[in-house]
């Protein structure tokens, strides 16, 4: 595997259910992202992990908890969503410091229902 | 507050015929201007950064230039491959490790 991978790419659940998301970087980064992206909204950060500590949370409701056991993977679980949670959740990385770019996984296809 | 705008929101061309994308930006302290290309249903790929008014950067049809209010991705004698949204974020010197997006350019190069 290479780059950022997410899994799975597609997922469907029920308002009461409880899932997770996870991604994985192969790029070497000390920092990982969770951002959501919406229909005709610029992409939102949702938190941030550097050398495994969050340094960021972007005044995500508690629905959404974030797990980061090395720097290597992040997890996203989810839990009691609502239907406007329905979004493609992506992943990124990247060096850690604030001027190097960010590479994104391929996302996940998230319906709430 | 750090805020991105891109325009056009859409743009059509023909294969061959040149054309830019805009991204207004107002940012305290800026450490980076970024352009990424999304494909539908795909994360956004990597293409630049740039960092200082003046700056310049390269990558086959594609040429990204930097002033202290604007950056231009320059799109020279596009193919139908280069269709995709073009998105453009900034980091400034508050934003921590945030990146803040613009809502991006569709561009659709019919043959």
């Known amino acids: 595997e290479t780059g950022v991978t997410q899994t799975p790419r597609h997922l469907v659940m029920g308002m009461t259910n409880k899932k997770s998301l996870k991604c994985e970087q192969h790029?070497?980064?000390?920092?990982m992202y969770w951002y959501k992206q919406s229909a005709k909204k610029p992409l939102e950060l949702m938190f941030v992990y550097n050398f495994k500590e969050q340094t960021e949370n972007n005044s995500v409701p508690s629905r959404f908890s974030p797990e980061c056991p090395n720097s290597s993977h992040l997890f996203l679980h989810l839990h009691t969503l609502q239907p406007e949670d329905s979004a493609l959740y992506l992943c990124?990385?990247?060096?850690?410091?604030?001027?190097?770019?960010?590479?994104f996984g391929p996302g996940t296809r998230l319906t709430v229902t | 507050e750090d805020q991105v705008t891109q325009s056009p929101e859409a743009l059509r061309l023909q294969e061959g015929e040149s054309s830019s994308l805009n991204c207004s930006y107002t940012v305290s302290g800026l450490r980076g201007l970024f352009w990424y290309r999304q494909d539908p249903g795909k994360g956004p790929e990597f293409l630049f950064t740039?960092?200082?008014a003046g700056e310049e950067k390269e990558k086959e049809r594609l040429k990204a230039t930097l002033t202290k209010k604007e950056s231009f991705l320059h799109i020279t004698a596009p193919k139908p491959e280069d269709s995709a949204t073009y998105l453009c974020?900034?980091?400034?010197?508050?934003?921590?490790?945030?990146?803040?997006f613009g809502k991006g350019t569709s561009l659709l190069v019919t043959p």
């Open positions: 990124a990385s990247s060096h850690s410091g604030a001027s190097y770019e960010q590479y």
């Open positions: 974020a900034v980091r400034g010197s508050n934003s921590g490790y945030a990146l803040n």
């Open positions: 740039l960092y200082s």
């Open positions: 790029l070497g980064h000390n920092a």
